[in-house]
DNA sequence: TTGGCAAACTAACACTATTAGTTTTAAAAT
DNA sequence: ATTTTAAAACTAATAGTGTTAGTTTGCCAA
């Protein structure tokens, strides 16, 4: 009973599949094994543990998120392109909620594979943030900044932190958020130029 | 073999300081039965299930923030008040990184009940943004933008996605995330009373 | 002293991941 | 064409989750 032509790869785009559908950043082994038509050890011939197969979805969802985030910022520059950058983020989060809480839930401190897997997600945003003439040190800050405001309002739009008054106006306090950023960012090169 | 003197007080103390200690945010019923000297099963005897445990602690953690909060912020205004919440937060947070992590993974955005739990945690926020004679509906905003900000930090500095260049400077990006938030808020400020 | 009830127990089930050992089968080697 | 071999499926079993049902224990109050 060898040989489905079961790959790697097609157990990786049937997890994906599911993760997509459902807006869970997990499947659990009995499952992807049923929708495979297989038995749930027989993965174990192709993938090691959970956790591999964990390593190349966060790997898939990486370069998807990247790939999103560059076609959006393409060509722009400056508050423009962080308008741009911030769109898409939001837009990718929402839509594929489960590869962003995939990603969102992967690299612990210490996992030096996972972290390494995400340095394209961390260019991405500096790139952004090289047209302002910032020196090394403040793109490495901000960039932070950047990314928290993002993170953060989705992580707790999601969470269900947001509802206060109904769930007003997210667009709006989204709107908000990202000129605050800018605002506080120009009043950082005011400062800095002088 | 009845009456060891538990109650679901003394198990939910329990739970929270192996949460406290190992800064995890859940236990299972085997450890903590373990600890308690009883057996897994014996546990229902006083809780209905481990999503009312989840629960009980949840509002321990959101009651000890709060406090802590509260006296960070006690006779403090405006970017004063700001400074001393943003301080208090991120300190509670890394200090009590299972209930803080418990806190940010509990409510899901159709849990009602949890969501009624988390409402003083809102509102400390708000407290400290009404100084600054927003509208309602402004502060309604600003208070995401703040907490979006702050959590945005810690959780993604918690996963590992701040190690660019080393661990460079956590508390200089920090305090330049707080001081964009009250730039960018100043900068609204003016806007409005023009 | 004797019920009765709260609170412990044992035994069992369902669902997770995982390992060991066995069989099947497709493709490569004779 | 047949044999061999190795990949890829299988079955059976273990350990760790939470949970339920049914049983025993022992304290306290009638």
């Known amino acids: 009973m060898a040989a489905k032509g079961l790959t790697k790869d097609k157990i990786l785009m049937q997890a994906v599949a599911y993760i997509e559908d459902t807006g869970q950043p997990t499947i659990s082994l009995h ?52 308008k741009a950058f911030a769109e898409a983020y939001y837009s990718f989060a929402t839509q594929n909620k489960g590869l962003y809480r995939l990603i969102m839930s992967i690299p612990s401190e210490h996992d030096e594979r996972a972290k390494e897997m995400a340095v394209p997600l961390l260019n991405t945003v500096i790139d952004i943030l090289s047209d302002y003439g910032l020196s090394e040190e403040n793109i490495a800050h901000w960039q932070r900044v950047l990314r928290a405001i993002l993170h953060g309002f989705i992580s707790q ?5 947001f509802y206060y008054y109904g769930s007003m106006d997210l667009s709006k306090s989204r709107e908000i958020a990202i000129q605050c950023f800018l605002d506080g960012l120009h009043t950082e090169l005011k400062k800095t130029i002088h």
Chains 1, 2 share one sequence.
């Open 31 to 82: 499952e992807l094994a049923r929708r495979l038509g297989i038995k749930t050890p027989s993965l174990y011939n192709h993938i090691a543990n959970t956790k591999e197969l964990q390593y190349e979805i966060f790997r898939y969802a990486i370069e998807k998120f990247v790939a999103n985030q560059q076609a959006a910022t393409k060509g722009k520059t400056k508050d423009d392109a962080v």
């Open 157 to 161: 739009e999601d969470l269900g932190y």
